[in-house]
């Protein structure tokens, strides 16, 4: 290198023209760190493709310290800097690997560069939209933002579903140059072409050209946030496409009855037959969102006696037959279970048949003559000889024998449980 073979202006020569020139050679410095690294003869060597090597008049007068041979380009084999060491600033990242000369240059003194932080070196190609803290976004290892989702949800505009993966400049057409500038922050700026595309329903024919987030949501346009206010989604009504409801894409002054959509499903129910029996068109009193089978009638006010729907399964009984034994027509006395007419729980109020040996006996174990159920006492079945009476019935006799009787002292029909308490 001849250095009085290269005219180069001094800092204080420097014009407009100079100083563009140098912020252009400053992004080329930055944009080649990881290039520099994998060159042949390390940081202390130049790319020729950057330009002419910056000249080296604040460099010690010995240049054996680096170059060696007849050229300029030879490099020591034993070069060695350590630059932590020596300057006390340790080099991390991408400047350890960055040529010496991109920082220690004629532009004037490196402590004064490096105080400007980043900016000293780099360019702010953000046009200082963003700020002077390039740490913020960045690190040393490259110029890829760190955290950049992060440090979006922290302005007015955060990032979430498919705006998290985005491009930048879907929404800032200058990002690909590093302006980053004032966004419009309203759906429709970056969504016009969707707006205008939407038929199902005819957005712009029903005048829906802005506020899109009042029923969509940021994963999808089919993921509809739309709060149906009048009429709760719910059930096979979540579902539905909203023209079913809506004919002919009018939504405005939409019947809200059941039967405004649903007369056909009235008119052909047939189990039971709502026409024939003469049953309301409210179908919310029976029915819900979830499906026509999932029905809940309420009775009230429906005659509870059930004689009124069963008089025939009262006249047709014949074990034991009910008219004939003159069984009263109040079903539910012995009838507990509405699914199955054999599920009896008779009380037998006059003589107690629920507990001891007479638990569970059969009807035509007592009333031996069919459909006879006049009263009995225990004597009618249990024979009262002197022999079986003895001492323990002597305080009893001449006592009318009545089941009432002998009930105190056998509560449970069992014959040996005990005298009466006197």
């Not at 780099?122 to 950049?148: F, I, M």
């Amino acid at each position: 290198m001849d250095r009085h073979t290269q005219s180069t202006p001094r800092t204080s020569e420097l014009g407009p023209r100079h100083w563009s020139a140098l912020a252009a050679l400053l992004v080329l410095f930055a944009l080649s760190c990881a290039v520099a690294a994998r060159r042949e003869g390390g940081p202390q060597t130049w790319w020729d493709k950057r330009g002419p090597v910056v000249p080296h008049e604040s460099f010690p007068a010995d240049c054996s310290l680096c170059h060696e041979g007849e050229g300029w380009r030879s490099i020591r084999a034993d070069f060695v800097f350590d630059h932590e060491r020596e300057t006390g600033v340790k080099l991390e990242g991408a400047h350890q690997s960055a040529e010496c000369l991109r920082c220690h240059n004629d532009r004037g003194p490196v402590a004064l560069f490096a105080a400007r932080g980043c900016g000293g070196c780099h360019e702010n190609v953000h046009r200082g939209q963003l700020g002077d803290n390039c740490e913020s976004c960045h690190t040393q290892a490259d110029w890829r933002p760190n955290e950049a989702i992060a440090a979006h949800n922290r302005t007015r505009f955060p990032l979430a579903g498919a705006h998290a993966v985005a491009a930048c400049w879907r929404c800032h057409p200058g990002a690909q140059t590093g302006n980053f500038a004032r966004a419009d922050t309203s759906c429709v700026a970056c969504h016009a072409s969707d707006l205008a595309r939407a038929q199902n329903p005819d957005h712009a024919a029903q005048g829906w050209v802005d506020s899109c987030e009042r029923c969509h949501l940021p994963t999808q346009w089919s993921g509809g946030g739309f709060t149906h206010n009048t009429w709760p989604l719910v059930g096979q009504h979540a579902g539905a496409d909203c023209a079913q409801c809506h004919t002919g894409g009018v939504f405005a002054g939409t019947p809200s009855q059941c039967v405004d959509c649903h007369l056909a499903d009235y008119q052909n129910a047939a189990q039971p037959n709502h026409v024939t029996f003469g049953f309301p068109t409210s179908c919310e009193q029976c029915h819900t969102p979830v499906g026509w089978d999932v029905a809940n009638f309420s009775h009230a006010g429906i005659n509870s006696g059930c004689v009124q729907c069963h008089l025939s399964d009262y006249q047709a009984t014949n074990d034991p037959n009910h008219a004939l034994a003159g069984f009263g027509q109040t079903c539910e006395q012995c009838h507990t279970s509405t699914n199955n007419w054999s599920v009896v729980n008779f009380a037998h109020p006059q003589f107690p048949i629920n507990s001891g040996e007479h638990n569970n006996f059969a009807c035509g174990q007592c009333h031996l003559q069919p459909n006879n159920f006049q009263s009995f006492s225990c004597t009618h079945c249990h024979d009262h000889r002197q022999s079986e009476m003895d001492s323990e019935h002597d305080d009893v006799n001449g006592y009318v024998w009545q089941s009432a009787a002998c009930y105190q002292c056998h509560p449970d029909g069992q014959e040996s449980l005990g005298r009466r308490k006197r």
